[in-house]
């Protein structure tokens, strides 16, 4: 069955230093990846995604993320982190039509 | 164009009564699914549509729970009679193909007291 892993509940970064979001994936085919990110009280927004093609894919808002198939991990990397990027960050995999997400990654930013 | 709009933002309702959740997906769009979130279960899916049609409602939580898709433009989730712990929020979000990239509206946060 498809699963999402997202080891991470709670990571607390400094604002401008790199982050690194864990995310593993369970399928038996070729994977559609994306992240989300949700602000509190806010819907989904699309990260980046990746179908096929480079594994390394760039996103908005200055993130990008590396498809690893020995590893099955998306990982979700950003350089310089912003303390507007404080929010919950979801890993999901598509598997015929429709969307597995992981349980999501809760980012704090400290000043 | 407006994106998913779902409606109502917020849902107070007292336990056993019906509640219908509503979503107006992408125009063009193919793809609507719904999701529940909750803190305990994290994102669930409940069900989606291809083309209006219903292709898998496994995730529906049980017979009270029921969705509609009548034309391209228009779905509703319906509650009856409601529970305390189907309190949540409900998210709808439309895709294009089955190719993912959803769009996800800003959700209906259901309290049932």
């Known amino acids: 069955a498809q699963s999402v892993t997202q080891p991470d509940i709670h990571i607390t970064v400094s604002e401008g230093a790199s982050l690194e979001l864990r995310c593993n994936y369970s399928y038996g085919a070729t994977p559609y990846l994306f992240w989300y990110v949700q602000s509190p009280g806010q819907g989904l927004q699309l990260l980046l995604k990746y179908f096929s093609g480079d594994t390394l894919v760039q996103g908005i808002k200055g993130f990008e993320a590396e498809f690893k198939r020995s590893q099955s991990s998306f990982n979700l990397r950003k350089p310089s982190v912003h303390w507007s990027d404080a929010a919950e960050y979801f890993c999901?995999?598509?598997?015929?039509?429709?969307?597995?997400f992981g349980q999501g990654t809760e980012l704090s930013v400290k000043p | 164009d407006a994106g998913v709009i779902q409606s109502p933002r917020h849902e107070v309702t007292e336990m056993g009564q019906e509640v219908t959740l509503r979503c107006k997906p992408i125009?063009?769009?193919?793809?609507l699914f719904w999701y529940r979130q909750t803190m305990m279960r994290g994102l669930e899916l409940l069900i989606y549509?291809?083309?209006?049609?219903?292709?898998?409602d496994s995730g529906m939580p049980e017979d009270r729970f029921s969705a509609k898709m009548p034309n391209a433009s228009f779905s509703t989730l319906k509650i009856q009679p409601s529970e305390p712990r189907d309190s949540a929020v409900y998210f709808c979000?439309?895709?294009?193909?089955?190719?993912?990239?959803?769009?996800f509206g800003s959700g209906t946060r259901l309290t049932v007291v």
């Open positions: 549509f291809n083309n209006n049609v219903p292709i898998d």
């Open positions: 979000a439309s895709s294009y193909r089955d190719r993912g990239g959803y769009t």
């Open positions: 999901a995999v598509g598997a015929r039509g429709k969307l597995i």
């Open positions: 125009s063009g769009h193919d793809y």
